[in-house]
């Protein structure tokens, strides 16, 4: 069909495979609620899109024959709306976003990173390092990548398409890898879900779709009961131990390096490029993925390690200050400014250790916006756990995304768990004035909801002090 409409345009994930079908020579438009700018760059590059819910407004005339036009849509968008009803109602073929990307797995060799937290990362790695090879990649990614500004990658004539797969809405099951890696599989999600053992169910069942001659690469150590069916080959990575793994892992001057090991050989001295101690088992993952393709180049993948930048809002630095000495030899110590996605307690956890491990001797504040009522509710004592390694908390209002509160459930409920000293609960509007009168040295902002839009406000009232 030479036509995709695309509802919930503006959609990190959305994006990716309207830039894809335009370079494929699809004509492509769309829906979306509200502008931003990230549907005027789509726009900028020849996507129609409209914020009116109208279809006479919404819907170009080229977009109204069935024959012709593919509908694409996420469940963020109500069934509701005048747009999804027109095409429900009018006969045209619709599927799911995750669906579509299924269609570019089967049309390609699918390189497809799973897991409750890591996907993004270790995909944007994989993705960093194929690009930078001969073969290079299609990649479809969940967050903007901060070397190229963009979630997606183009290679036309690649056999590769490395996808972020995620779990929530059981997407991931619309996907058919060549080769997949799981990250992680600890709880999330329970209001689609359920029950822990229903998560797990729905990962085990992602390990069965990964096609025959394929690889199943998954993290030691987790619940998962891998099924990979006849033909693919199972291998296991952390970053001890398994068929990958890191060796002479050494830290200092703001640098971490290590090598990568595995069964047939090893990648001496990679520096990561952005040093934070999650990051050495992410990298693992995506080099092993990029390994079993054969395609990778050794050198090529040491030198894309060390100018990965990672994508926005991935351990992301807006505040590095150097340390500054006076005449009379006193030390001013440069404070810092960290904003990180980490929405679930481990990551939460991991954000905070990496932190603290690359800044041992110094006070940690995190500034956290929970994420959902249900997850809230769910993991409060787990996000407190968490955030007490911090040695200042400042928590925010929860941010609802699609959720409609939950009576009891307030941020309070993680607050009053917390086992820090110094603590506060504050609205997300008094961020701002809050850290004008904290006296922090490195500051973690966290959470995926809009606590993202305040940091540059942070940074600005953080020089001011």
């Known amino acids: ?40 760059q789509l726009q900028d590059e020849g996507v129609t899109i409209s914020f009116v819910d109208d279809v006479e407004a919404a819907v170009p005339a080229a977009f109204r024959n069935p024959a012709n036009t593919l509908v694409v849509y996420t469940p963020a968008v109500p069934a509701d709306t005048a747009v999804m009803t027109y095409f429900r109602e009018g006969g045209f073929e619709m599927m799911k976003r995750a669906a579509l990307l299924g269609k570019v797995t089967r049309e390609s060799k699918g390189i497809c990173f799973a897991g409750t937290h890591g996907k993004t990362t270790t995909s944007s790695m994989a993705a960093h390092i194929l690009h930078n090879c001969k073969v290079g990649c ?64 729905s990962f085990a069942r992602f390990t069965e779709l990964v096609q025959p001659g394929g690889a199943l690469i998954v993290h030691e150590g987790l619940k998962l009961v891998p099924r990979p069916s006849a033909g693919v080959k199972l291998y ?72 990965f930048l990672g994508p926005k809002r991935r351990f992301e630095f807006w505040l590095k200050e150097p340390d500054t000495i006076a005449p009379d030899g006193t030390v001013t110590r440069g404070r810092a400014i960290i904003d990180d996605y980490a929405h679930h307690p481990d990551e939460l956890r991991a954000s905070i250790t990496s932190v603290k491990a690359l800044y041992p001797d110094r006070k940690l504040t995190v500034a956290f916006q929970p994420h959902l009522y249900t997850r809230t509710r769910d993991f409060a004592e787990g996000f407190a756990e968490a955030l007490s ?47 004008k009168n904290t006296n922090f040295e490195i500051l973690l902002t966290a959470g995926a909801g809009d606590i993202a839009d305040l940091v540059p406000g942070v940074v600005a009232a953080a020089k001011e002090i």
Do not use: Q, W
């Not at 959609?11 to 005027?40: C, H, N, Q």
């Not at 901060?146 to 398409?161: C, G, I, K, T, V």
């Not at 390694?389 to 209002?397: S, T, Y």
């Open 389 to 435: 390694l911090a040695d200042e908390v400042i928590l925010l209002d929860i941010y609802p995304a699609r959720e409609l509160p939950i009576e009891g459930v307030t941020s309070k409920i993680i607050f009053d768990r917390l086992k820090c000293e110094k603590k506060s609960l504050i609205g997300r509007t008094h961020l701002i004035d809050t850290i």
């Open 138 to 201: 299609n990649a479809f990614l969940g967050g903007v990548l901060r070397y190229y500004n963009s979630n997606f990658l183009l290679a036309p004539e690649s056999p590769y398409s490395v996808i972020e797969a995620d779990e929530f809405d059981r997407s991931f099951h619309h996907l058919t890898p060549h080769i997949a890696v799981i990250t992680a599989t600890d709880p999330d999600h329970l209001d689609i879900y359920g029950t822990e053992e229903a998560y797990l169910e």
């Open 236 to 307: 296991t990575y952390s970053r001890d131990h398994g068929d990958f793994h890191a060796e002479n892992i050494t830290r200092g001057n703001g640098e971490i390096h290590f090598d990568f090991i595995y069964s047939d050989g090893r990648i001496d001295n990679i520096n990561l490029g952005v040093p934070v101690e999650v990051n050495i088992e992410n990298a693992i993952a995506a080099l092993a993925a990029c390994h079993l393709t054969g395609d990778m180049e050794p050198e090529v993948a040491r030198e894309a390690m060390s100018s």
């Open 1 to 40: 069909m030479p036509n995709i409409y695309f509802i919930g345009a503006g959609g990190i994930g959305m994006a990716a495979l309207e830039r894809y079908f335009l370079a494929k020579g699809y004509d492509v438009a769309g829906y979306d609620r509200t502008p931003s700018a990230l549907t005027a």
